[in-house]
């Protein structure tokens, strides 16, 4: 089963029959207009971090949504022009399918120019205890570490120690091991050069008002994403779309 938060086309609850909650929703999470929700699926467009004096990940996660259909929605066009000075189209379509779960966020230019935009579909995934789950997927590839600053290579299976905030630039698949739940999380993508993977740790998890002290402990998030590394350029009339799809397994 599906949940969307109101108004929006951001998921904030995925439970396929016979297996627990997959996503992470703090406690503390603002569920109001105008405010980003610390949890589910925020969509990050049409830029991926910060912007001068813009909100944080872009205006869509922030915003009403039209809906299309039950799972399947649109941001309004007149909104995306205000917002943004350029003419596009957005349009979020979940499918799920059993233990599968497929995101889907397509962006078209309606514009008589080319744009540039970044982009992440923010998956909160819900985790027994950070320090106990490993992903693997991202032996050998290179990342940019935003904590330190630095770019490094991924030596063998990445486990958390602290506050973790990195881009890989991988169209690989992330496989999420967490024994105290007793499942594995394949996370794989379309239409992605980056793989976002981050956990706040201790210190940030209590500055953040919108997630309990020790928050950080129980999420972990793994986004397909378009960052300032690999931007996607549309040409007027080119559509480009992102997929992120979830398989859940018991072990
Ligand atoms: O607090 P938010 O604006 O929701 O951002 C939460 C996090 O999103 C991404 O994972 C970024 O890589 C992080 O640097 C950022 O802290």
Redesign the pocket.
């Known amino acids: 089963m599906i949940s969307f938060a109101k108004h929006t086309a951001h998921l904030i609850s995925w439970i396929p029959e016979g297996h627990d909650e997959v996503m992470y929703l703090s406690t503390q999470a603002f569920m109001e207009a105008g405010k980003?929700i610390?949890g589910g699926v925020?969509i990050?467009w049409p830029w991926?971090?910060?912007l001068e004096n813009k909100p944080?990940?872009g205006f869509a996660?922030i915003n009403s949504w039209n809906t299309i259909s039950e799972n399947s929605f649109s941001l309004p066009e007149q909104l995306i022009q205000d917002e943004w000075g350029n003419k596009a189209s957005l349009v979020f379509t979940v499918t799920e399918d059993g233990n599968k779960l497929k995101m889907e966020l397509t962006t078209t230019n309606l514009d008589s120019s080319e744009f540039e935009f970044t982009q992440?579909l923010?998956t909160y995934f819900k985790v027994s205890d950070i320090n106990k789950v490993s992903i693997k997927g991202h032996d050998k590839q290179a990342y940019y570490d935003?904590v330190l600053d630095d770019n490094d290579i991924q030596k063998g299976t990445l486990i958390f120690n602290g506050e973790t905030?990195?881009?890989y630039t991988t169209t690989a698949s992330s496989l999420l091991i967490d024994p105290g739940l007793q499942r594995e999380i394949l996370i794989t993508k379309k239409g992605s050069n980056s793989t976002?993977?981050?956990n706040?740790g201790p210190e940030?998890s209590v500055e953040?008002k919108d997630m309990p002290d020790d928050g950080y402990l129980t999420m972990c998030?793994v986004?397909a994403a378009n960052?300032h590394l690999d931007p996607v350029t549309l040409q007027p009339g080119a559509s480009h779309t992102i997929v992120q799809e979830i398989t859940v397994s018991k072990f």
Do not use: L, Q
């Open positions: 980003p610390r925020p990050c991926f971090g910060s944080a990940h996660r992440a923010h935003k905030d990195r881009i976002v993977i981050w706040p940030k953040m998030c986004e960052t």
